[in-house]
Structure formats: C-alpha cells, structure tokens
C-alpha cells in the first residue's frame, strides 16, 4: 500500500482505511518499530535487582533482552543464549553470572561468555560471536531508551522536548507503580495515535477535560518526529511555574503533550509526568503502558492532570468505535481541519515517510 499524504493540509486526505486493520501492513510495520527508540523504564529498574530481563515492544519487535549492572554500570544485552537460542533469564534477580538453564552456558553480567560445558575441541571456541550482543540504549535524565537498529542517536529524537522542558528536575520525579497501569484497547495503535494528536475532540469526547482548558488557545506544533500539544489551562486551575527566561513565561500552561515518533507520548503536567508507551499487538489490539513519575503529589486532584483515567477510557470509547468504521466498505479517506488537525497529518507524514 502507498502512503500519499499531502504536504499541504488543505488538500491532503487522511491515510487509507486499510492501513488501520490490514495484517499485511500491520507485519510490514516491523522494520520501522525496530529502528524506533522505545522507552523502557528508569534506572530504578535496577536498584533492588542487578538483571532485568524484558521485551522489546512485544508483539511487533518481539526482542527479548536484557538489563544489567555491574560496578554502577548499565547495559543493554540481548537475552538469547548464543548457543542454541534458549531465553537467558525470565525473570529479575540478583545474580553474578547469567546461566542458560538449557545447556549450561555461563556468562559475565557484562556479558561476556565465561563458560561451558562439553565442548572441548570445538575450533576457535570461544570468540567474539559467542558473547551476548549489546542492543543500544541511550537514557535522557534517568529514563532509559533502546533501539533494535539504532538509526539516531536518542538525543535528536528528544532534542525539542529536552529543550523546551530542560528546567524540569524529570531526574528527581518518582517512578510510582500504583498509579501506573496498561490499558487494553480494542483498536489500532495508529488510530490511537491520531486521536491523541488533536485537541479537536475534546469539546465533545471529554466534556470534564473541556472545563478546565482554554480551547480556543490549544496550540499544536509538528517539529524534529515529534508532535507538541500545549493546553492553556482557565484561570484558577494548576498551571506550570515556569522560569522568567523561559519562552512560556507568562502563560498559563496545564499541559505540554509530546508525541514522539512512533508511538510514545509524555505527558507533562504541574504534577509530574505521565508516559504513555502505546504498543501494537495485532492489527485491531493495542495495549497503552502508563508510566506515571510524581514531582508535586498536591498538585495531582486539579486540573488538566487529574482525571487522566476517566480521560483515557473516554478515549478508548471513541477509538474503539472508529476502529468499527473504519473497516466499513463506504469510508476510505477523511480530509483535515487545517486548524485542528496539524498533529494527524504530520503524523501521517512520518507514516509516509518511514513506512516502506
Ligand atoms: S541454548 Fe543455552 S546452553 Fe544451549
Ligand atoms: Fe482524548
């Protein structure tokens, strides 16, 4: 399937139906996730533990891999044996040597091939080839990133929303697990995508949310692979305290809403920050990871960051209810609010752009 999308809003058509619920182009979407930046976790991931074993995007990239850290050191390693390709580790644990549990191996947390049994007079045994390969990781304050096929360093993906969002001590916010959840979505990861990319459903899809923003100042930016959302919030409800020397000074912020390319949002609210990982299982199931990372606990019960749970199921409704039409052998391709859906077709952009 071709991608055409205009460069121009006013005459361009939204992305064909297929593209929503075809399991051929669903399969074909695996190079591009796999050259994406995926966040993972933080470092915390690893303060009780010194493995974490995990899986890249699974369901789309399907790699299994492996945190580790020895002497204060992270690192990134695949989590398949180089023998015969068992699954190293299944779970988190403490532990000096990683063992395969199917043949023995043994390797260094650093992972380094230390030993294994039965194989003497094998040639050329061990080299390079039979250590655990490194998957890049690349963290932005104490976030970790990695990639199956590093395209681009983290830093450029990040480069508008690490600049705008710099004064923030993100290092500082706490990772906290009861407020963080997965959300089941009976819909394209996609379609998801499109709807968090405009403010333009919120007057009818979140009347709630409608209260407390100024919608007729929603502003909408598509730069770098990144989309930004800003929500003015009214007067009298949580807003940013933003630096003197700062280009939002002055303005009443209650959200900045980053999309980063392809699949990832952050969400930054006077409380703190919600990432939203959304990741594709099939063509019609999407499972959404919140992560939620808590600076002013008393700022959470108000405005544009309260209720996000209420929000997201309002969501979900309307998505799921799209995934249904768009299947219908009547409905093809939209035209955009060149107002109100900058967000959409720039992403829709990017699909044309990196979808081969
Ligand atoms: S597959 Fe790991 S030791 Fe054989
Ligand atoms: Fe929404």
Same mark, same amino acid.
């Given at each position: 399937?071709?991608?055409?999308?205009?460069? /121009?809003?006013?005459?361009?058509?939204?992305?064909?139906?297929?593209?929503?619920? =075809?399991?051929?182009?669903?399969?074909?979407?695996?190079?591009?996730?796999? @050259? =994406?930046?995926?966040?993972?976790?933080?470092?915390?991931?690893?303060?009780?533990?010194?493995?974490?074993?995990?899986?890249?995007?699974?369901?789309?990239?399907?790699?299994?891999?492996?945190?580790?850290? /020895?002497?204060?050191?992270?690192?990134?390693? =695949?989590?398949?044996?180089?023998?015969?390709?068992?699954?190293?580790?299944?779970?988190?644990?403490?532990?000096?040597? +990683?063992?395969?549990?199917?043949?023995?191996?043994?390797?260094?947390?650093?992972?380094?091939?230390?030993?294994?049994?039965?194989?003497?007079?094998?040639?050329?045994?061990?080299?390079?080839?039979?250590?655990?390969?490194?998957?890049?990781?690349?963290?932005?304050?104490?976030?970790?990133?990695?990639?199956?096929?590093?395209?681009?360093?983290?830093?450029? +993906?990040?480069?508008?929303?690490?600049?705008?969002?710099?004064?923030?001590?993100?290092?500082?916010?706490?990772?906290?697990?009861?407020?963080?959840?997965?959300?089941?979505?009976?819909?394209?990861?996609?379609?998801?995508?499109?709807?968090?990319?405009?403010?333009?459903?919120?007057?009818?899809?979140?009347?709630?949310?409608?209260?407390?923003?100024?919608?007729?100042?929603?502003?909408?930016?598509?730069?770098?692979?990144?989309?930004?959302?800003?929500?003015?919030?009214?007067?009298?409800?949580?807003?940013?305290?933003?630096?003197?020397?700062?280009?939002?000074?002055?303005?009443?912020?209650?959200?900045?809403?980053?999309?980063?390319?392809?699949?990832?949002?952050?969400?930054?609210?006077?409380?703190?920050?919600?990432?939203?990982?959304?990741?594709?299982? =099939?063509?019609?199931?999407?499972?959404?990871?919140?992560?939620?990372?808590?600076?002013?606990?008393?700022?959470?019960?108000?405005?544009?960051?309260?209720?996000?749970?209420?929000?997201?199921?309002?969501?979900?409704?309307?998505?799921?209810?799209?995934?249904?039409?768009?299947?219908?052998?009547?409905? /093809? @391709?939209?035209?955009?609010?060149?107002?109100?859906?900058?967000?959409?077709?720039?992403?829709?952009?990017?699909?044309?752009?990196?979808?081969?």
């Amino acid at each position: 399937m071709k991608i055409d999308i205009d460069a /121009d809003i006013r005459k361009a058509k939204t992305i064909p139906s297929k593209f929503y619920h =075809s399991l051929k182009i669903y399969k074909k979407l695996k190079t591009l996730f796999a @050259r =994406s930046w995926q966040f993972i976790g933080d470092a915390n991931l690893l303060e009780n533990n010194n493995v974490h074993p995990g899986i890249l995007l699974d369901g789309m990239v399907d790699e299994p891999y492996l945190l580790t850290k /020895d002497k204060g050191k992270i690192r990134c390693l =695949s989590n398949v044996c180089t023998h015969r390709g068992n699954i190293l580790c299944s779970e988190s644990c403490e532990s000096k040597t +990683l063992v395969c549990g199917y043949h023995g191996r043994q390797f260094e947390i650093d992972g380094s091939m230390k030993f294994m049994p039965e194989f003497e007079n094998v040639t050329n045994f061990p080299n390079k080839e039979d250590n655990l390969p490194v998957i890049e990781m690349e963290a932005w304050k104490n976030l970790i990133f990695i990639t199956n096929e590093k395209k681009c360093n983290l830093s450029e +993906l990040i480069a508008p929303m690490a600049k705008r969002l710099d004064w923030l001590p993100v290092g500082e916010f706490q990772y906290k697990p009861e407020l963080s959840r997965t959300y089941k979505v009976n819909a394209n990861w996609a379609l998801y995508c499109d709807n968090y990319l405009e403010g333009f459903h919120i007057p009818f899809v979140h009347k709630g949310l409608n209260k407390e923003l100024e919608y007729e100042n929603y502003s909408t930016q598509g730069i770098d692979n990144t989309v930004l959302q800003i929500g003015i919030g009214k007067d009298g409800e949580n807003a940013f305290d933003i630096p003197h020397d700062h280009e939002d000074y002055g303005k009443n912020i209650a959200a900045y809403y980053f999309f980063l390319f392809p699949n990832m949002m952050f969400n930054f609210y006077p409380w703190g920050l919600s990432i939203n990982v959304v990741k594709p299982k =099939s063509p019609e199931y999407t499972e959404i990871d919140y992560f939620s990372y808590v600076w002013k606990e008393e700022l959470m019960d108000k405005g544009a960051g309260a209720d996000l749970d209420k929000v997201e199921l309002e969501d979900e409704d309307i998505v799921e209810s799209v995934q249904k039409g768009v299947k219908s052998n009547f409905y /093809d @391709r939209g035209r955009y609010s060149p107002k109100r859906e900058i967000g959409v077709h720039y992403f829709h952009s990017l699909l044309q752009k990196y979808y081969k």
